[in-house]
């Protein structure tokens, strides 16, 4: 098989940087290109990709769809992993990859598992892009990665995990915490999707990757475990799930600018997905029809929960969005 020339959006990002790394290590199978915004062009990130000898396009993908189709010339695959809030930028994207004659497109989804309509705004945000795909009967493949391990994990007493949490403390259990949830360690979408788009079997298909499944309960118990450290627990109800959830919706409502507001909404849904409906299981995902990335992948054996906690105790876990103001 000839080599596959990637065009990547969101290199410098989290997701992204993961998507990055997992192609850049197998160059046997990868020519991969960087999509970066003319905003951006100049920053120290995006010399620093050119550094580890990746081409950087730029263009804006919300500018002329002409522009747009020139940008794309040449790409096999293309991928995006744009941030949250800008889901809706794709749609001009993936009209340009369909006239550029793109084989297959990754739109940015990378979340949990749920069902459209209503459930997780975030989702249908990712859904609306999905919808436009298959209007142009665009060549496509969908991969879903449950939650991350970097923001699944309790803080301590003691706060020798702090530096590795966005939020502290974190000793919420949602719903009872009994919800077993897919995780899958934030260094390993890069690989995952690595093997997702060499394949046949997932063109014009959803996929699902993860590690683990686990309750709050069970991840609780699990870094008590191995920390010796106990737990204070902060319980939160289904019921207040469902209201602070309507109240975060309402906000936003009188003021959809409201970025803080729109997080909070987020997450929300986040909590209410999860751990009231129970979606982000691989049985609810096979229902969907999602293909198991594990049953795909046997050989490939993804950073089990429990390997990411022995690292987190050891000092050498990694906070995301570093620079991102969560400190
Ligand atoms: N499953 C989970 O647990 C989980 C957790 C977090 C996020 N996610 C999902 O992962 C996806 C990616 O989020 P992230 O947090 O990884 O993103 P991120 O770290 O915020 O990075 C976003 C990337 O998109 C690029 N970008 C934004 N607008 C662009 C534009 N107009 N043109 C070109 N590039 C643009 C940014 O480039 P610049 O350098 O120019 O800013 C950056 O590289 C999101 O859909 C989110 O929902 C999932």
Same mark, same amino acid.
Not at 264 to 270: P, T
């Given at each position: 098989m000839n080599k596959q020339r990637v065009l990547l959006l969101g290199a410098t990002g989290q997701t992204g940087g993961s998507i990055l790394a997992g192609l850049l290590d197998q160059p046997q199978y990868f020519d991969v290109e960087a999509l970066v915004r003319p905003s951006s062009a100049q920053k120290d990130n995006v010399k620093k990709l050119a550094e580890r000898g990746v /081409?950087?396009?730029?263009? +804006?993908?919300?500018? @002329?769809?002409?522009?747009?189709?020139?940008?794309?010339?040449?790409? +096999?695959?293309?991928?995006?992993?744009?941030?949250?809030?800008?889901?809706?930028?794709?749609?001009?994207l993936a009209t340009a990859a369909k006239e550029a004659g793109i084989k297959r497109?990754? @739109?940015?989804?990378?979340?949990t598992v749920a069902p459209p309509g209503g459930v997780m705004a975030l989702r249908d945000s990712k859904e609306e892009v999905y919808q436009h795909i298959w209007k142009l009967f665009l060549p496509y493949t969908i991969i879903d990665v449950g939650f991350w391990h970097q923001l699944s994990f309790p803080t301590l @007493?003691?706060?020798?995990? $702090?530096?590795?949490?966005?939020?502290? @403390?974190?000793?919420?259990?949602?719903?009872?915490?009994s919800a077993p949830t897919m995780l899958t360690d934030l260094r390993d979408i890069g690989p995952f999707v690595a093997h997702i788009i060499r394949d046949a079997r997932t063109l014009n298909k959803f996929v699902v990757t993860y590690s683990d499944v686990l309750s709050e309960n069970e991840i609780f118990s699990l870094m008590e475990e191995m920390s010796g450290e106990k737990i204070e627990r902060k319980y939160v109800s289904a019921e207040d799930i469902t209201a602070?959830?309507?109240? $975060?919706?309402?906000?936003? /409502?009188?003021?959809?600018?409201?970025?803080?507001?729109?997080?909070?909404?987020?997450?929300?849904?986040?909590n209410y997905s999860k751990y009231v409906r129970g979606d982000n299981t691989p049985a609810y995902a096979t229902y969907l029809g999602y293909l198991d990335a594990r049953e795909l992948y046997p050989d490939f054996q993804p950073r089990r929960f429990r390997e990411f906690i022995v690292e987190l105790l050891d000092g050498k876990g990694e906070k995301p969005y570093k620079n991102k103001g969560f400190d």
């Open positions: /081409k950087i396009r730029v263009t +804006d993908i919300e500018g @002329p769809t002409e522009e747009l189709v020139k940008s794309l010339v040449g790409v +096999d695959v293309l991928i995006s992993a744009i941030d949250a809030l800008s889901q809706l930028a794709q749609i001009r497109f990754v @739109p940015c989804a990378f979340i @007493p003691s706060g020798r995990v $702090d530096y590795a949490a966005i939020t502290r @403390p974190k000793v919420d259990i949602h719903a009872g915490g602070s959830r309507a109240r $975060d919706a309402a906000t936003l /409502k009188a003021d959809p600018t409201n970025v803080m507001a729109r997080f909070m909404s987020f997450s929300g849904d986040y």
